[in-house]
């Protein structure tokens, strides 16, 4: 199995902030990897996919890079509705893992 | 758009099955550019991927659950469903149904979920 480690697990940040988020596969995943944000009490929501595709309806302050085995998730310009957990997911080859989530916190 | 919801015990003793029913609206379950996948979230901690059901009926499991997992679907109702058997405390978590669309130049992706199930495995 695939193993993804995010780091770091949380991360203190303030409104206008530009923030990175790394997630790291243990073996290349070329460019099969997953973004989702979390709020307390409701499901992820996808942000981001095939490490750089942003989804409908996400704003443009938030981008993703990376190919292979690393990976990063970058938010310009902290906005209060950001700060949510957030998830890495590999779709290379199942079981389609997750990262264990990083935190971004005021 | 698309919508779905869990459905199942909130409740279930150690040692037996869950069972949950994810029922889909705003679209087809039959379309078969998707796969319908479980996920699950211990409280406090990270997701896990569980499994998907295409609608040929192919299916891909999570080997950390050895065979104790079983996902179905029903096109009739337009609706997938998941069993979990031999559960133990470990297995508590908010379950989450979801659809996973496949491009075949992207890969693969969660893009609608379910609001999510807590179930309790007490006696």
């Known amino acids: 199995d695939i193993q993804m480690t995010q780091s770091p697990s949380s991360l203190p940040a303030s409104v206008g902030d530009r923030v990175t988020i790394t997630c790291r596969a243990s073996?290349?995943?070329?460019?099969?990897l997953n973004w989702y944000q979390q709020k307390p009490g409701k499901p992820p929501k996808l942000l981001i996919y095939?490490?750089?595709t942003l989804q409908s309806g996400v704003p443009s302050r938030v981008s993703g890079s990376g190919s292979g085995t690393d990976f990063t998730l970058t938010i310009s310009s902290l906005q209060p509705e950001d700060f949510a957990t957030y998830s890495c997911q590999q779709s290379y080859s199942p079981p389609y893992s997750f990262g264990q989530g990083t935190k971004l916190e005021i | 758009q698309v919508q779905l919801q869990e459905s199942g015990p909130g409740l279930v003793k150690p040692s037996q099955t869950l069972s949950l029913t994810c029922t889909v609206s705003g679209g087809s379950i039959s379309s078969g550019s998707y796969y319908w996948s479980w996920i699950r979230q211990p409280a406090g901690k990270g997701l896990s991927w569980i499994g998907r059901?295409?609608?040929?009926?192919?299916?891909n499991y999570n080997p950390s659950l050895n065979s104790r997992v079983t996902i179905s679907i029903d096109t009739s109702k337009n609706q997938f469903s998941l069993q979990l058997s031999s559960v133990t405390a470990a297995d508590t978590a908010v379950y989450y149904c979801?659809?996973?669309?496949?491009?075949?130049?992207?890969?693969?992706?969660?893009?609608?979920w379910g609001q999510g199930t807590l179930v309790t495995v007490s006696s």
């Open positions: 059901i295409h609608t040929s009926g192919s299916t």
């Open positions: 979801a659809r996973e669309r496949l491009n075949i130049l992207t890969g693969y992706y969660l893009e609608y």
């Open positions: 073996q290349s995943i070329r460019s099969y």
């Open positions: 095939a490490a750089s």
